[in-house]
């Protein structure tokens, strides 16, 4: 079975600081890899994704760089600000079902 | 528009009470799906509609009923359920091939406490 982590649980930084959060995989048969942020008590709003075949992906200021054969992905957040606070959450999306697989995620805290 | 409604915002129902969860989107998408999330926790999948059809149950308690009247419109009615169902309630909705092998929407949820 497919097991995401995502390291640290929480996060806080100063505004204008860079963003790293972490994802790690177990079983590196995937088919792609998606970056979500949810803010408190809402939806899902998808950021980012990776498809297998692909190293990285970039929209604005997020860079997520994906290493499947050692089961890791990277979400870069450059020069964060207030509006950025909030969950971020990793899936990956297996071979075996294609049914997203969802870390526990980040929460970001980013102060003013 | 790239929206996903869900409604009602917030639900508050007793045990033996029945109510539903509606779900609209309008980007001509044809796989629709219902996730709980319980605080703190990921999202869980529990069904997935693909051209209007059944394709996913994830083993769901028969007291969640889904729906899917039409390619727009995704249901989920409630009947007789317990207080650890108490959750968020979230539709998401994607091209066609259903699944993660494309980019899933996201509705805002409906906050459901059962008391």
């Known amino acids: 079975k497919q097991e995401v982590t995502q390291i640290p649980a929480a996060l806080s930084v100063p505004e204008g600081e860079n963003l790293v959060l972490n994802c790690s995989f177990t079983?590196?048969?995937?088919?792609?890899l998606q970056w979500f942020r949810q803010d408190p008590g809402k939806g899902l709003t998808s950021l980012l994704l990776i498809q297998s075949s692909q190293r990285e992906q970039t929209s604005g200021r997020l860079n997520a760089s994906l290493d499947k054969s050692s089961g890791r992905s990277t979400l870069y957040i450059a020069a964060s600000q207030p509006g950025d606070s909030a969950t971020y959450l990793c899936?990956?999306?297996?071979?075996?079902?294609?049914?997203?697989?969802f870390g526990a995620g980040t929460t970001v805290t980013v102060r003013a | 528009d790239t929206e996903v409604t869900q409604t009602p915002k917030h639900l508050v129902m007793g045990m033996t009470n029945k109510k539903s969860l509606k779900c609209e989107q309008h980007?001509?998408?044809?796989?629709m799906y219902w996730y709980k999330q319980k605080a703190k926790k990921p999202p869980e999948l529990m069904f997935v509609y693909s051209y209007e059809k059944l394709s996913i149950n994830e083993s769901v308690p028969s007291r969640f009923s889904p729906e899917c009247p039409n390619s727009s419109l995704l249901n989920l009615h409630l009947h007789a359920l317990q207080p650890e169902d108490s959750a968020l309630y979230l539709c998401?909705?994607?091209?066609?091939?259903?699944?993660?092998?494309?980019?899933?929407?996201f509705g805002p949820g409906t906050r459901l406490l059962v008391l």
């Open positions: 079983d590196s048969a995937i088919y792609n």
């Open positions: 899936a990956v999306v297996p071979l075996r079902d294609y049914k997203l697989s």
């Open positions: 998401a909705s994607s091209q066609d091939r259903g699944l993660g092998q494309e980019t899933q929407y």
């Open positions: 980007m001509g998408h044809r796989a």
